[in-house]
């Protein structure tokens, strides 16, 4: 294991380890606090900087929330046993796509990482462990690694979402690079996230939709996935699609790739695609000179889904469909399987957790737990101390140091990044930041 030890997790006597259904507490109902009083203030400014009552939060942090990109991970697995680049390729695209999938009716804002909070996962039944650090504040920029239990692929990057207000919506549009590597094909592909909207913030019904282009690119072939996350339109009609081809280096279109980031994703020939495309097209131009549009002002209205989500073209090839969520899911803020066992703390962990890991942030546990005073209480007292200790650490000329990760270049694409530096699983933490 990259020369580190390995402390696995104690499994239960059938081998298997139990992870939590559930979380201790239900969520609060949202329907009594008015965000309209707190955000009127703060339109066009960054959000980040803004401190918003507890109520409005999930309870887990970003770092937690990045590594739901995990759920999926048997995508990665499936790429490292194709022995063709085009297959790899649909497998890492519908694991980019895939990444994104947890953010369904996920209203709840995760909670601002702490400068120096840490995470780590590891799932021996999902083959990978993972680390992440909030390496700056301002910015906010999360860093994270994971590699395959069995060496077989690392999966990096860096995030440091934007957030905007603009009235009735909040976008959030992650910067950073995400890089995939596969040592057995002596693969990097590398991408970006879609621009994530919350609309509705104010008035109506919480909806997210994802847009823009997303763009996997194999830097050993030269092939490349471009896909577009379609915004959801006038009538709704592109709610979550997602579509494009992959390209191979002289630009032809291999094979097209389309689907909803909310539940599957489809290949298949890019013949057959624009066909297909160009049927859709008439029928709608014709189903819409007879419909009237109008826009309602008040809230931006989610459009309805249609009945039969997605329209298989003949010949397709299913590559991902999105785990269903738990029945107990509205309950908890609407937490797929894996995100209620993200916080979860179990006695075996805390002798081996260093103190900076989110498991161990007081005012997430509060919120969990249902004690909504307490969790509030505690947001204020961690962010202050944050502050306190900024403070200090500009009077004295100190310098914040990262502990798991440095500022260089991607190998891959020549871009900023941050990379991690090792040591993290050899379980040394001395000298960490008391930051609860």
Known sequence: MSGEENHGDKTHH??????????????????????????????????????????FNEPLSFLQRLTEYMEHTYLIHQANTSTDSIQRMKCVAAFAVSAVASQWERTGKPFNPLLGETYELIREDLGFRWMSEQVSHHP??????????????????????????????????????????????????????????????????????????????NHKTGERCSLTFKSCGLFGKELHKVEGYILDKSKKKICAIYGKWTECLYTVDPAAFDLHKK????????????????????????????????????????????????????????????????????????????????????DIRALENGDIDLASAEKKRVEEKQRVARKNRSKSNDEWKTRWFHQGTNPHNGGQDWLYSGGYWSRNYSQLPDIY
Not at 140 to 151: K, R, T, W, Y
Not at 164 to 180: D, H, M, N, Q, Y
Not at 281 to 302: C, I, P, R, Y
Not at 339 to 352: C, F, H, S, V
Request: charged share 25%; proline share 7%.
């Open 14 to 55: 059938n081998g298997v380890k139990k992870h939590r259904t559930s979380l201790p507490a239900p969520m609060f109902s949202r329907n009594d606090v008015s965000i309209w009083s707190i955000l009127k203030k703060c339109i066009g400014m960054e959000l980040s900087k803004i401190a918003m009552p507890v109520i």
């Open 279 to 362: 049927a859709d097209k008439k029928t709608g131009e014709e189903k819409k000179g007879s419909k009237q549009g109008n826009v309602d002002e008040e809230a931006e209205e989610m459009p309805l889904p249609e009945a039969e989500t997605v329209q298989v073209i003949p010949g397709s090839e299913l590559i991902w469909r999105i785990s269903p969520r738990p029945e107990n899911s509205a309950q908890y803020y609407a937490f797929s399987t894996f995100a209620m066992q993200l916080n979860e703390l179990e006695e075996d962990m805390k002798e081996n957790l260093p103190i900076t890991d989110c498991r161990l942030r007081p």
């Open 140 to 217: 906010p920029v999360s860093a994270f690694h994971a590699e395959g239990l069995n060496d077989d692929f690392l999966f990096h990057g860096s995030i440091y979402p934007k957030l905007k207000f603009w009235g009735k919506s909040v976008e959030a549009e992650p910067r950073g690079i995400i890089t995939l590597e596969l040592p057995k094909h002596k693969e990097a592909y590398t991408w970006t996230n879609p621009t994530c909207c919350v609309h509705n913030i104010i008035v109506g019904q919480l909806w997210i939709e994802q847009y823009g282009n997303v763009e996997v690119t």
